[in-house]
């Protein structure tokens, strides 16, 4: 079923065959703190709680016609030095509402100051309000137009007087949607980089807590959203779910999540809809799944024996999930080694990144793991680390790291082999991941209170903020790809 579960959720889906394979071994369930450390302590602790032999069940937009081909201007904005970027609409109902998100999105990483001139009824722009803006301060101005169902664009060098890019995007029913799309039509006009604001974060939240009933439900929101009006509930079952991940099927989204029962924690997959059903319910731990970058393979964690002549020390251990040539689905242990291994991310080409205490129980560290050819590279040589998530659109690394007894996020360059503090507040940060464009990590922040944060870092101004507020205990943020249409619950 396992198989069966997870062909459905990869691109290929054609083939599902019946699974023969059985693997004995044991596994226990236990109540998770809050974050990544605390995760990894928990995997130990639930490795030797519970024993029991395994049962198997397991917007549209076009070019725009330009009067000439130029040479796209990057803005490269630095750290305290905002650019002056000037919006001038038309007065049209649609821009009305999409105007405000649409400024906020351009502002949201401290790059651009953004100020939306008043609107003209007749849109003629001469050359005579290029050299104003230009005098005022503005060496770039977007103008907008409302055509009924669609929203062109063109972008201008106030001192030259020519048009960087032009585009037109269709309207949405839904403002936020149109205003994160516009976003990101423009921002590569304006940075030379991807955008990511039509993505969203998913994330654990504490719903409940009297005594020892905790209650965990799966929440998603707007990457950009910092008020929580964009939040929604995924899953509130009555129980944990945690470790929420994004399927790569960018027409259909998914998120698979773990979800604490009574004998296990179970791997669960749900929809927008709201649908779940079970990937994989082996006993013991069945969680982090990650998948490939072109999503036809997944690696995640399962709770089994090291050696086969001691069944009764279990550790969590990575395997292998694809589909091979002939359409057959196929699992592979990964990890046949002692040691617990777990946080799975997928790297370069065919590789993958991982924790792994193995040879120091309890002080894991980044391992860089070639499927092809099973060579293994440690990238962390000393500390605590775990947490480790790629980037292939910036081609980083990023994990956190104990300092000083306080876990900070690290970035390490594959070429140079040389890692980077990035964070160095009191604030103990883990689970970090990526955003779609590369330039944004979010992360977890614990705080004095004892609950948790969700925060994002910016890797080009090194600026951090905190998107859920100090009462809220919110954990194991997971960022979305740009999927065709923006994930909405339905």
């Known amino acids: 079923m396992v198989k069966k579960l997870f062909c459905r959720l990869l691109h290929n889906r054609s083939a599902q065959h019946d699974e023969n394979a059985r693997l004995g071994e044991r596994g226990p369930t236990h109540r998770p703190p809050s974050p990544f450390?605390?995760?990894?302590?928990?995997?130990?602790?639930?490795?030797?709680?519970?024993?029991?032999?395994?049962?198997?069940?397991?917007?549209?937009?076009q070019p725009?016609?330009?009067?000439?081909?130029?040479?796209?201007?990057?803005?490269?904005?630095?750290?305290?030095?905002?650019?002056?970027?000037?919006?001038?609409?038309?007065?049209?109902?649609?821009?009305?509402?999409?105007?405000?998100?649409f400024q906020h999105d351009l502002e949201f990483t401290n790059q651009f100051v953004v100020k939306i001139a008043p609107s003209q009824n007749e849109f003629e722009i001469k050359k005579s309000s290029f050299a104003k803006w230009a005098e005022?301060?503005?060496?770039?101005?977007?103008?907008?137009?409302?055509?009924?169902?669609?929203?062109?664009?063109?972008?201008y060098d106030t001192a030259s007087i020519s048009m960087i890019k032009g585009q037109q995007l269709s309207v949405s029913s839904k403002p936020n949607v149109t205003a994160h799309a516009l976003a990101d039509q423009v921002w590569p006009a304006l940075t030379g980089s991807s955008g990511f604001f039509s993505s969203k974060i998913a994330y654990s939240k504490m719903a409940h807590r009297r005594g020892r009933n905790i209650k965990r439900h799966l929440m998603m929101r707007d990457a950009t959203d910092m008020t929580g009006h964009s939040e929604e509930l995924l899953v509130n079952s009555p129980t944990i779910s945690v470790s929420p991940r994004w399927n790569k099927d960018l027409n259909s989204p998914i998120i698979l999540y773990s979800e604490y029962t009574k004998s296990n924690v179970r791997l669960v997959a749900v929809n927008m809809e709201g649908k779940r059903s079970i990937v994989s319910n082996f006993d013991g731990v069945n969680m982090q799944v990650a998948y490939s970058h072109d999503g036809k393979e997944v690696v995640y964690c399962l709770s089994r024996p090291p050696l086969p002549h001691l069944p009764s020390h279990t550790t969590t251990q990575l395997y292998h999930y694809a589909v091979d040539d002939d359409g057959r689905p196929a699992v592979k242990r990964l990890t046949p080694l002692p040691g617990n291994n777990f946080a799975p991310c997928w790297g370069p080409g065919n590789t993958i990144f991982y924790a792994t205490d193995l040879g120091s129980l309890g002080n894991p560290k980044i391992h860089w793991h070639c499927l092809k050819?099973?060579?293994?590279?440690?990238?962390?040589?000393?500390?605590?680390?775990?947490?480790?998530?790629?980037?292939?659109?910036?081609?980083?690394?990023?994990?956190?790291?104990?300092?000083k007894g306080r876990m900070q996020l690290f970035l390490y360059d594959l070429d140079t082999k040389k890692e980077e503090q990035i964070t160095f507040d009191n604030a103990s940060k883990d689970e970090c991941c990526w955003s779609p464009c590369g330039n944004l990590l979010a992360f977890v922040a614990e705080q004095p209170n004892g609950k948790s944060r969700i925060g994002l870092f910016n890797v080009q101004t090194g600026e951090q903020k905190m998107i859920t507020p100090t009462h809220e205990d919110c954990c194991y943020p997971h960022w979305s790809p740009i999927y065709a249409q923006l994930p909405m619950k339905s």
């Open 373 to 403: 050819s099973g060579t293994i590279t440690p990238i962390t040589a000393t500390g605590f680390a775990v947490s480790p998530t790629y980037s292939p659109s910036a081609h980083r690394l990023a994990y956190a790291k104990m300092v």
């Open 136 to 155: 005022e301060g503005y060496p770039l101005v977007l103008l907008l137009e409302d055509k009924k169902d669609q929203i062109i664009w063109r972008l």
């Open 37 to 61: 450390v605390r995760l990894y302590l928990l995997l130990i602790t639930i490795l030797f709680l519970l024993f029991g032999f395994e049962r198997e069940s397991i917007c549209s937009s």
């Open 64 to 101: 725009l016609a330009q009067p000439e081909q130029l040479q796209m201007a990057t803005v490269t904005a630095q750290l305290f030095a905002k650019m002056p970027l000037l919006i001038v609409t038309q007065s049209q109902k649609n821009l009305k509402k999409i105007l405000p998100l």
